[in-house]
C-alpha cells in the first residue's frame, strides 16, 4: 500500500472514531427541538422600536453558540452597523433587503427571499429593510454585538 494513502485512511478513520461521541449523544435523547409557536418574541433592545427576538439556544452576548430569530414589521428600517464576529443569517420568511455601506439606501439592496442565505464577515457595515413582515435566523458564536455608524442611530443611547 502506498504511504499517502495509508496515511489518508488512518485519518479517516480516526476522524470517523471522533464522531462516535456525537452519534451516541443523538442517540441518547439529548436533542433540542423547538416549534415556531414555542419562541416568545420580547422586543429587540438594541434595534430600532418594532423589531422583536425569539432565542432558540444561546446567549448573542456570551462566548457559546446562538440560535435566534429577528422578526421585522412593514416598513422597518435598519440603519448601517456592524458586528465584531461573522454573522450567519438565513431568511425564514418575507424579504429581507440588505445593503453593504455607511448609508442606508434602498437602491443598493438585495432581497433575500424565504431560504436565502447571507454571511457577513466582521466589521463589514451594512444596513437592511423590509417592505413585508420578515423573519430571518442567525446562528453564531459569540460575543456578538452591534455596533451604529451613526451612534446616534443606536437605540440603546436614546
Known amino acids: 500500500m502506498r504511504p499517502f494513502l495509508l496515511i489518508r485512511l488512518l485519518t479517516l478513520a480516526l476522524a470517523l472514531a471522533a464522531l462516535a461521541p456525537t452519534a451516541a449523544v443523538a442517540e441518547s ?12 418574541w420580547t422586543d429587540a433592545t438594541s434595534m430600532p422600536p418594532g423589531a422583536k427576538i425569539g432565542v432558540i439556544e444561546g446567549q448573542q452576548t456570551k462566548q ?3 440560535i435566534l430569530r429577528i422578526k421585522f414589521p412593514a416598513e422597518y428600517k435598519f440603519a448601517p452597523h456592524w458586528h465584531p464576529a461573522i454573522e450567519r443569517m438565513t431568511v425564514i420568511s418575507g424579504t429581507f433587503n440588505l445593503g453593504m455601506g455607511d448609508k442606508l439606501d434602498t ?6 427571499t424565504a431560504g436565502s442565505v447571507a454571511i457577513i464577515q466582521p466589521l463589514t457595515n451594512h444596513f437592511a429593510w423590509t417592505s413585508e413582515e420578515t423573519v430571518i435566523q442567525l446562528h453564531g458564536v459569540g460575543p456578538q454585538d452591534i455596533h451604529y455608524v451613526n451612534p446616534a442611530d443606536d437605540p440603546r443611547k436614546k
Open 64 to 66: 457559546p453558540q446562538y
Open 107 to 112: 437602491e443598493k439592496t438585495k432581497a433575500l
Open 29 to 40: 435523547g439529548d436533542v433540542i427541538t423547538v416549534m415556531p409557536a414555542d419562541l416568545k
